[in-house]
């Protein structure tokens, strides 16, 4: 069975930090996109940050660009996301993602088909 398996959530205080952690399961992932969404309560799930499979290719939604770093060890199945000055509109449950079919990094929710259970991120003010 193919997983995506999250860590690294918590709660923490606005300008903290947390590293979030995604290995794979079941398959390698290491030719093929990753990256993560979230999905704050009473909103819709957005595209949060995405890496191809070479790791050339990064995209961030504006909310986050300059302070969250995406990366990816093909080694180790993982992918991870890097969130530094973290603010209370970042609090969501953050979802992992990869695609069994390309490894193109793209930011639409279709172009995954693989998810991971989410954590949780909690910022406080």
């Known amino acids: 069975q193919v997983q995506l398996v999250e860590s690294g959530g918590g709660s923490v205080q606005a300008g903290g930090s947390l590293r979030l952690s995604c290995e794979g399961f079941?398959?390698?992932?290491?030719?093929?996109?990753m990256g993560w969404f979230r999905q704050a309560p009473g909103k819709e799930r957005e595209f949060v940050a995405v890496i191809n499979w070479s790791s050339i290719s990064t995209y961030y939604i504006d909310a986050v660009r300059g302070r969250f770093t995406i990366s990816r060890d093909n080694a180790k199945n993982t992918v991870y996301l890097q969130m530094n000055n973290l603010k209370p509109e970042d609090t969501a449950v953050y979802y992992c993602v990869g695609s069994s079919t390309h490894g193109r990094a793209v930011v639409t929710r279709s172009g995954y088909d693989v998810w991971g259970q989410g954590t949780q991120v909690t910022v406080s003010s």
């Open positions: 079941g398959r390698s992932f290491s030719e093929n996109a």
